[in-house]
Structure formats: structure tokens, C-alpha cells
């Protein structure tokens, strides 16, 4: 009986190596396949020119890269803004640091630039009077209505000596910080997107460069006159990539502001707008 049950056990074991092993000649278990990457996707409000015309040449590029990027135009100053500090949009481009600052400051927004793209010079434009020799006393001349940008028409039309602003007021100027205008020039604040329809409506409109790309207005030929390029107001007015607060270092946000900052991007922006748009890096 003890010699049946040792033969038994070897026989039980024997079986067992021959199904672990499963014998030198059985073939080896293929790796898995790798998962392909997560397509992330970056979701970016912007004014329709020319900025949404810019982020549409790094599309392709972030593409490659398994960035997704959908671009939203807006034709306002507010949404975009909004829409960042709701988490309905990863980033925008429309701004600058001025006009930025004083949306958060106002609404408790918590929006912050991670990059300079691009500077658009403001420019005067002629409506009902042809050039600026010919302003005529107490002419209206339509501005923007937003702090900010109101402020930079008023400084440009200061450049040209056409006016004298409060030098405390800086960037937040208004009409009522004028302190010379021997022209008695007349004011008409206006929500900037509506200035190039109204261009015949006034005297002179002054007006930011993308509306006016949008209105069919050419900056680099139609504007009377325009800031300078390399002033200091392109380092203040520069366009923005901005994000909310914490999200600064999104690594899709990092490769958006890579292709961005390009040179095949500062390429189209030079031959695309002939100066009417200038790029900041």
C-alpha cells in the first residue's frame, strides 16, 4: 500500500510540471499592444480677427502633438472672460494686460496672461471729416467704451496734440480728465465692436485693429494715424493668452503658447496684416 501511494504522488507531480511548464516548444505571450495616447482637448475663446485666424495656423501642430484645439469666436469684450473664469473655456485671446486687470478688479474674476502674442496699434479713422487737418470745432469722435482702451484713445489723440489729458489718470483717462481741448472736441463712447459701423456717423472714429480688420478697414492704409509700433504702449497693449489662476502651467496651455510663439506663426502675422498686426516675441 505505501508503494501505491508513492507511485501515485510521482505520478501527480509529474503531471503537474508538464502543465506549469508547458514545454520549451509553446509559444511566448505576446506584449500587449500600447494604448494609443488621450486626445486632450484645449478649448479657446477669441475675437474672430485676427485672432482666431492666428490659433487656426497651430492647429495642426498641437494636433500632432494629441491636442485637440477648438477654437470659439466671440464678438464682445465680456464673454470670453466670463466663460475662462467658469471652466467653459480653457484659455482666450482677445486682451491685453490692462484691459485684463481691470476686468478682474471689477468682477472679481481670477484670470491671469501666461504669454504676449501680438500688439495691434490703434488708429484714427475719418468719417465725416477726411483728415485731421480738417477737424472742424467741436467735431465728435467716436471712442471705445471700456476704460482701458478709452483711455489709450485719448492718449493717442493727446500724441497728436490734439488734446491735453491729466497725466494722474494714465490708463484709466476719460473725457472728463481732459485738461486742454481747444477744439472742444465732442466725445461718443461706444461699445468698441460697433465703431467701424459707425464710421460715417461721426467726425473720426478711433478704433482697436481687429474690429477694424473686421469692418473692412485695412489699418496699415486707411488709419490717419496710429500708435507707434515700437512705443511703449505695444509693450502695454500687447494681446494676451490668458487662463484661469492655476492654470498656468497646464501642460496643453505650455504647447499652445509654444506654437504660438513660432516662427512660422511670426511669419503670418507679417505677411497676413502688413504691420496692422504686430508680433511680440
Known amino acids: 500500500m505505501k508503494k501505491l501511494l508513492t507511485l ?17 516548444d509553446a509559444p511566448a505571450e505576446e506584449p500587449a499592444a500600447d494604448e494609443p495616447a488621450e486626445t486632450v482637448t484645449l478649448k479657446v475663446a477669441a475675437s474672430p480677427t485676427p485672432h482666431a485666424e492666428i490659433l487656426a495656423q497651430v492647429v495642426d501642430v498641437l494636433a500632432e502633438q494629441g491636442i485637440d484645439l477648438q477654437i470659439t469666436e466671440y464678438g464682445d469684450y465680456v464673454i470670453p472672460n466670463t466663460a475662462v473664469e467658469e471652466g467653459d473655456e480653457d484659455a482666450n485671446f482677445f486682451q491685453h494686460t490692462p484691459y485684463l486687470e481691470q476686468f478682474n478688479e471689477e468682477n472679481g474674476t ?54 491735453e489729458v491729466d497725466e494722474a ?15 472742444n472736441l465732442q466725445f461718443k463712447e461706444l461699445e468698441a465692436a460697433m465703431l467701424p459701423q459707425t464710421v460715417t456717423e461721426v467726425d473720426l472714429s478711433i478704433i482697436n485693429s481687429n474690429f477694424a480688420i473686421q469692418g473692412g478697414l485695412n489699418p496699415a492704409e486707411d488709419a490717419l494715424a496710429s500708435e507707434s509700433a515700437d512705443s511703449v504702449a505695444a509693450e502695454t497693449y500687447a494681446n494676451i493668452i490668458v487662463v484661469k489662476e492655476g492654470n498656468e502651467n497646464n501642460e496643453a496651455i505650455q504647447a499652445l503658447v509654444a506654437a504660438l510663439q513660432s516662427d512660422a506663426v511670426r511669419e503670418f502675422i507679417e505677411t497676413t ?8 516675441f
Do not use: F, Q, W
Open 110 to 163: 481670477h484670470l491671469v496672461s501666461v504669454a504676449k502674442i501680438h500688439y495691434e496699434p490703434m488708429g484714427i479713422y475719418a468719417g465725416k471729416t477726411a483728415s485731421l487737418e480738417e477737424l472742424p470745432d467741436g467735431a465728435v469722435i467716436a471712442v471705445p467704451n471700456d476704460v482701458t482702451n478709452e483711455a489709450r484713445a485719448l492718449l493717442l489723440l493727446a500724441e497728436l496734440g490734439l488734446i
Open 273 to 280: 496684416y502688413s504691420g496692422s498686426v504686430v508680433p511680440m
Open 8 to 24: 501515485i504522488l510521482a505520478l501527480t507531480m509529474a503531471v503537474g510540471l508538464c502543465a506549469c511548464g508547458g514545454g520549451s
Open 169 to 183: 489718470a494714465g490708463l484709466n483717462a476719460t473725457p472728463n480728465d481732459i485738461t486742454s481741448n481747444p477744439k
